[in-house]
């Protein structure tokens, strides 16, 4: 069982930053892949930056050049640095880790319990 804690989040005017932390209770060289996902009620989830245990990145379209996705490896913490907020980035925002089990190759997902990001003015 993976347990993974997320905060950070807040109000912010728009053009602002906020950044992310989610801490795990594994190693993160144990993962496959970690990755912040958001949600706006309503709406299905979508994922916003993730990156794999090799360190490749990855982020949606309309995040690019504004967020960025990091590791701390051994403080086991996944951050998302957030800049030039919108009022579009509202939303809940979650911590993903995908673990392979080490008896099976299955890979299951755990999820944090979500950090609200509200920019506004």
């Known amino acids: 069982q993976v347990h993974l804690v997320d905060s950070g989040g807040g109000l912010v005017q728009p053009g602002g930053s906020l950044t992310l932390s989610c801490v795990a209770s594994v190693s993160i060289f144990s993962t496959v892949a970690m990755g912040w996902y958001r949600q706006v009620a309503g709406k299905k989830r979508e994922l916003v930056a993730a990156?794999?245990?090799?360190?490749?990145?990855n982020y949606t379209d309309s995040v690019k050049g504004r967020f960025t996705i990091s590791t701390d490896n051994p403080k086991n913490t996944m951050y998302l640095q957030m800049n030039n907020l919108k009022p579009e980035d509202t939303a809940v925002y979650y911590c993903?880790?995908?673990?392979?089990?080490?008896?099976?190759?299955?890979?299951?997902?755990?999820w944090g319990k979500g950090t609200q990001v509200t920019v506004s003015t």
């Open positions: 993903n880790a995908a673990v392979m089990r080490t008896s099976l190759p299955i890979i299951d997902e755990y």
């Open positions: 990156i794999t245990g090799g360190g490749t990145t």
